[in-house]
Every structure is written in C-alpha cells, then in structure tokens.
C-alpha cells in the first residue's frame, strides 16, 4: 500500500477549516426587511447549541460506553475513480481549540491528474432543521478549483511518497496524526459535511462526514 498522500490532509483540513466558522460579522444601521430576515438567520445558525446527534457505543474491551457523534460514508457512485475506504477523526466530539487526531485511507482506480476540483457543503443543525452554512462564512470557501495547484508548493511529510498530483492508480494510508486547531469561538452543535471531487466537469469521489462540536 502506498504512503499517505497530502491530497488526504487537503480533504481533511477541509474538514477542520469549515468548522472553524467566524461569529464577528457587523450588523449595518439600516436594513430592509429581506436582510434583517437574513440576519435573524445568521444569528441563528451561529448560536451556539447542545450536540444531539450523539449515539452510545459499548467497548467491551473496556467496559465503558461512550457517546460518540462522529459517522462517515463514501457518498461516491460504484462507478468513481476515487473512494474512501476508512476515515478517523478524534476527539469525537470535537474540542475546539485542541488538538485533532485523524487517520485516513483511500484509494483511486485510475490515475488523477490536474485539474482536480474540490467542493463542499456544509450543513449545521437547529432544533429537527438543517440548515446550509454560507460559502462566505467557511475560510477558503465551498469550491477550490484546482487542489493540485494548492499542493504544489508544499512539502511532502515525513513517510509520506507522494502528496503532489498525478497520484497514481492505487491504494494510500495516512496513519494517526494530530494537528492543534487554534481556532477558537467555534459554535458548538452539530455538523455534516459533503465534499465531491470531480475533473472536468466528471465526478470522482465524494465523502460524508457527521461530526459535533462540544
């Protein structure tokens, strides 16, 4: 099996980045009632909020039962070039700021090579309603239109082959790694996010992830 990729830390600071969701926002002296709707809105949705999509898990190891809110799901057709084969992020739920722990496998069937187009959606739930985050309130945006472009200049981690595209037909692992989200003032509730890839107008993968935030 090949090495991790950094096209796997890409989609996971996605992750991470559209959590990190920003409560300043000026309110103007005078609006008219569509944007005093909006705003009510907006209020709403970055309120912080008591996670409920949690679910008990037994650890017969252990004996202890924890409340876990974290799931994930390969969203992508049988026919895609690319899918997720496992996905961990700790801890669940996630402590913002803190450190963040995750461990990823994929696998593509056939060589990617750029353009590779990202995009996203982000979705926080209120009271049984979920409602889409906006692109301008999540850092980086819901669409990056090249992620090899992105990656280009970075430096390949310590282990990993391979984090620059064309990524090769083949299976990729990252192993446990933590990183320190400084990002703090995080609204708290719970979350689900879709992210598709796609070249050339034609999908590749897509992944979704449910995850709270304590």
Request: hydrophobic share 35%; aromatic share 10%.
């Amino acid at each position: 099996m090949a090495s991790g990729s950094r096209f796997a830390v890409v989609l996971l600071a996605s992750l991470a980045l559209s959590v990190a969701l920003t409560l300043a926002f000026e309110e103007p002296r005078e609006l008219d009632p569509d944007a005093e709707d909006a705003l009510q809105m907006l209020n709403i949705l970055y309120k912080s909020r008591e996670p409920k999509e949690f679910r008990k898990v037994y650890d017969a190891k252990t004996g202890v039962t924890r409340m876990l809110s974290f799931y994930w799901s390969d969203c992508g057709r049988e026919t895609d070039y690319v899918h997720v084969k496992s996905l961990k992020i700790l801890p669940d739920p996630l402590q913002l700021p803190g450190n963040l722990t995750f461990s990823f496998d994929w696998e593509t069937v056939a060589d990617l090579r750029d353009p590779i187009t990202l995009d996203l959606k982000l979705e926080k739930k209120v009271s049984f309603v979920w409602f889409h985050v906006p692109c301008n309130r999540i850092p980086g945006g819901c669409h990056v239109q090249n992620i090899c472009d992105a990656i280009e200049k970075e430096t390949c981690p310590p282990d990993y082959q391979n984090c620059h595209c064309p990524f090769r037909t083949g299976e990729y692992s990252m192993p446990l790694t933590t990183v320190e989200l400084k990002e703090g003032g995080v609204p708290s509730g719970d979350y689900r996010l879709t992210v598709w890839l796609s070249a050339n107008g034609s999908e590749l993968g897509c992944v979704y992830l449910q995850f709270s935030v304590a």
